[in-house]
């Protein structure tokens, strides 16, 4: 079997692996959620029942809000399955993103819960009633927030795992949710033992917390949405797989795209001797991007060639002068991509700030001029480039 037959049965193999491994995490996605939802309407369907036969508006109204609780499992059930769905022609990195959308939707849910909430209580404060508590709704109270403090723990310590934005938000509201019922049975307690009704100031005051609460999630998941740094570990590993081969003098420029929980494509640069030919370097190329997707999962769409000067001494000798000059520099993280033509008299390299530098084009300005100043007769040209990765 040839060499390139090989890579290609062993990606193989490598996608059917990955593939049930996705599979296997949107299962039990999809079983959590079906928990919450059972739990959910449990609640909702034994305090619809107490607050009809009792005449309890306060009661039945939790009961709808259980509902729209189990509303929120419902949207991560969909948009896990949605998320799921193949690559095709017009999203060919597939729908992973779904999940961030979804994840959205519940904190919208979660922040329209605050916002009524504290309509509600201000509104209690503005007109007071003197509240009406029996034996029955205290217990019907209790059971929920036991029951919502288990559900949330479980539900968000299920999203922490399977790395799912739905589930840790489903698992937030549950626990906000119990909150306010802790707070309605504080209350109640208080009145009962004191006469004193703090029920609305109490829920105002629990209203605020959930609508940070809501904002919080919000803006985390459209951070998601936007794009957002790749994580440090899964960077410093990728490089790591491509360094490990002796061919490779440096690794440089990793990009990583996002296409949903645990999905990414990436692409970098590495720095080879001068000296290698197209067919070594074909093999690896091939070989980088094999190990890296085995490792981390991570497909590299593109694995790019710096070309290093080994032949010329003088040369060499012209790099290590030039990086100890560019580096001298605080925010000058990385030189790379070096090249150096004395025929021509032409040198080329890549200058890496970083994003600490207030500045970062000024700077750039600055240090390719010392260089130029430094080699007068030579044609002296760069990129200022980023570390995406940077920690």
């Known amino acids: 079997m040839s060499m390139i037959s090989a890579q290609e049965a062993q990606r193989a193999a490598l996608d059917e692996e990955s593939s049930r491994k996705n599979n296997s995490r949107d299962k039990q996605i999809v079983k959590t959620s079906i928990i919450g939802i059972a739990a959910n309407v449990f609640l909702a369907a034994f305090k619809a029942f107490i607050g009809l036969a009792s005449g309890s508006i306060a009661i039945t109204m939790d009961a709808v809000n259980n509902i729209s609780d189990a509303a929120s499992s419902l949207i991560t059930i969909v ?17 992973g993103r779904i999940e961030y ?18 309509k509600e209580s201000i509104a209690k404060i503005i007109h007071p009633e003197t509240p009406s508590y029996t034996a029955v709704a205290l217990v019907i109270i209790a059971v929920g927030v036991v029951v919502k403090i288990i559900l949330g723990i479980y539900v968000k310590k299920a999203g922490e795992r399977l790395n799912s934005s739905s589930l840790v938000n489903s698992g937030e509201d ?3 949710d119990s ?4 707070s309605t049975l504080a ?14 100031w109490l829920g105002a005051v629990i209203s605020v917390v959930i609508i940070k609460s809501g904002i919080d999630m919000l803006r985390e998941t459209l951070s998601q949405i936007l794009g957002e740094q790749a994580e440090i570990e899964l960077a410093v590993k990728i490089k790591s797989v491509a360094a ?48 890296v997707y085995k490792e981390t999962g991570v497909f590299l ?18 790099r290590e002068k030039i990086e100890k000059t560019l580096l001298a520099h605080e925010n000058i993280s990385q030189v790379h991509g070096f090249y150096a033509d004395l025929a021509r008299k032409t040198i080329r390299f890549d200058i890496v700030v970083s994003f600490n530098e207030k500045d970062r084009f ?10 130029q100043d430094m080699y007068p007769d030579y044609s002296v040209t760069s990129i200022l480039d980023t570390d995406f990765s940077e920690q």
């Open 79 to 95: 948009g896990t399955k949605l998320a799921a769905r193949p690559a095709d022609k017009k999203h060919p990195f597939g729908y």
């Open 101 to 118: 959308l979804s994840a959205m939707i519940i904190s919208i849910l979660v922040l329209y819960a605050g916002l009524t909430s504290l």
């Open 174 to 176: 549950a626990r906000l």
């Open 179 to 182: 909150i306010i019922s802790a």
């Open 187 to 200: 209350a109640a307690v208080i009145f009962l033992l004191t006469d004193l009704s703090l029920e609305a």
């Open 244 to 291: 490990s081969f002796p061919q490779v003098r440096g690794v440089f420029d990793l990009i990583l795209n996002n296409y949903g929980p645990d999905s990414y494509n990436g692409s970098l640069h590495v720095e080879v001797a001068d000296t290698m030919t197209a067919d070594a370097i074909d093999q690896l190329i091939r070989a980088i991007s094999m190990k």
């Open 301 to 318: 769409t593109a694995v790019s060639i710096y070309s290093c000067n080994t032949k010329d001494p003088a040369v060499v000798r012209m």
């Open 362 to 371: 000024s700077l750039y300005r600055k240090s390719l001029k010392e260089i």
